[in-house]
């Protein structure tokens, strides 16, 4: 390769929103640099600072909706100048968004590609790209591209010994949940279904949102103020999981949960909502029937009656984990795809 393929990563959310697919593209990112790449961020000029490991980033006004006219011409003025080799947007505003200028003509150079992280009703928005990256099996199924593969979320080990952002309770068993306090992570029926499975543990769910206030009232309802708690915003989850006994998953939906990447590469056990990605890893016994709280309820007792069981049973999603879960694994599985749609363009010198 002459010179390092130049990559433009968009991100369409705004910048109050820090999640999974956030999350990817960070990951993403820095690991590309790592590997040689030039990499240009383009997103909400709110996520700089998340990106200050990122020598390239442009601020795109994706407050805007996708057909406004403003947002799509600056993202084609942008995308002209930085003359990127592969276009890859992340999630359906973006892929709309980068859909619109190819079907306009973009730069005639580029590969445009995509990252579906979530089921909708529908993709058309990734019809007209080049290729479809979906983070999960499930994802993977509903699609309808020619050009399509799988690759799961991964993350880079934390360093060693950081210190939590809170102090760990120290009653045990510990279990841990964590993501935004949105009703799209059910907390709310995780704790219905603590109180109605009549568990004996410490709960501690990580994160902050909207639903705050809610789950607090719901905790001092249900009677459940000395087992569980709202830390609040935790930037060392990883932290928590390598002590925790058991991490619990209890959302409606996920493309590929990333508290699911932790704690396995944590080596901490986790039960889950039949949500999309699991089921690649853990054994059927840990995943509920449904999000309801019933089912709920009895997977968690199920899992905290015999601990060390689970973790016997999940050895093996350990070990696929620490091949397949990491930020390595993940770009290096990313630059193949790449590698091979450049192969398909006509006239395209692959050896590049």
């Known amino acids: 390769m002459s010179q390092p393929l130049r990559i433009a990563l968009i991100l369409g959310t705004p910048g109050t929103t820090w999640g999974g697919m956030e999350r990817h593209t ?44 403003w947002l799509g011409l600056r993202l084609r003025r942008l995308l002209r100048r930085i003359q990127p080799d592969i276009c890859h947007a992340q999630g359906n505003k973006a892929a709309q968004l980068l859909s619109n200028i190819k079907r306009r003509g973009g730069a005639k150079r580029s590969l445009y590609i995509g990252t579906l992280h979530g089921t909708k009703s529908s993709h058309n928005a990734f019809t007209r790209l080049d290729g479809v990256i979906a983070v999960s099996d499930e994802i993977y199924a509903s699609l309808a591209h020619p050009e399509k593969t799988v690759i799961f979320n991964g993350m880079a080990s934390p360093p060693n010994n950081t210190p939590t952002s809170f102090a760990l309770p120290a009653e045990r068993p510990l279990v841990v949940a964590a993501g935004r306090l949105e009703p799209v992570k059910g907390f709310d029926r995780l704790l219905d279904a603590w109180a109605r499975a009549n568990i004996k543990a410490s709960l501690a769910i990580l994160g902050e949102g909207s639903a705050r206030p809610q789950l607090e009232k719901q905790i001092k309802t249900l009677g459940l103020g000395e087992q ?17 006994d058991l991490c619990v998953i209890s959302s409606e939906r996920e493309g590929f949960p990333y ?16 949500v999309s990605g699991v089921g690649a890893l853990l ?6 029937r449904s999000s309801e709280v019933d089912d709920l309820a009895e997977c968690l007792a199920s899992a905290l009656g015999d601990l060390v069981s689970l973790r016997e049973k999940q050895e093996p999603a350990f070990a696929q984990a620490a091949r397949t879960l990491t930020r390595d694994a993940m770009v290096k599985q990313t630059r193949q795809f790449y590698e091979a749609l450049d192969a398909l363009r006509p006239g395209s010198d692959a050896a590049r």
């Open 228 to 244: 569980v708690t709202l830390p609040g915003y935790e930037a060392n989850v990883a932290g928590w999981l390598e002590k925790a």
């Open 26 to 69: 960070l990951e993403l990112a820095q690991g590309l640099i790592e590997t040689g790449y030039e990499v240009h961020v383009l997103a909400d000029a709110e996520y700089r600072g998340r990106f200050a490991t990122v020598a390239h980033f442009h601020p795109i006004p994706v407050q805007y909706s996708r057909r406004h006219p």
């Open 259 to 274: 508290i699911l990447v932790e704690a396995l590469l944590s080596r901490c056990p986790v039960v889950s909502t039949p």
């Open 283 to 288: 054994p059927e016994t840990c995943i509920a």
